[in-house]
């Protein structure tokens, strides 16, 4: 799929042209996946805007990669979040089970009681 450039100019509207046999292939299957490219781009732009993807102004691969890794994950944090508390309405999540502690656990690196 490829949105074409010069279509807006012409009509006024986007076009994407699609390059997939239609006989296999959904309307709707074809209108989400146009619609994935705006949400890639979204979340791309919130990115840079909100968590300082394009802040970082260092000169190697390595602190990049870290420095991208970090936003990501505190992006998803930031979405999971989004979606676990809604800005209004109830609440409609599941709640985590919380799963009880053997009698017999020991963390890792304590003591042994004998």
């Not at 076009?15 to 046999?21: H, N, Y």
């Not at 146009?34 to 691969?61: T, V």
Request: glycine share 8%; aromatic share 8%.
């Amino acid at each position: 799929m490829a949105l074409d450039p010069t279509a807006r100019r012409r009509s006024g509207a986007d076009q994407i042209l699609a390059v997939a046999p239609l006989a296999n292939t959904s309307r709707k299957l074809l209108v989400n996946t146009a619609k994935l490219r705006w949400r890639i781009e979204r979340d791309y732009q919130d990115l840079k805007q909100e968590l300082g993807l394009s802040h970082y102004e260092g000169r190697g691969w390595r602190g990049f990669h870290h420095h991208a890794t970090l936003c990501i994950a505190a992006y998803g944090f930031l979405i999971s979040e989004r979606e676990a508390i809604p800005p209004s309405g109830p609440r409609n999540t599941p709640h985590v089970k919380k799963h009880a502690i053997p009698k017999n656990y020991r963390p890792r690196g304590s003591p042994d009681p004998a």
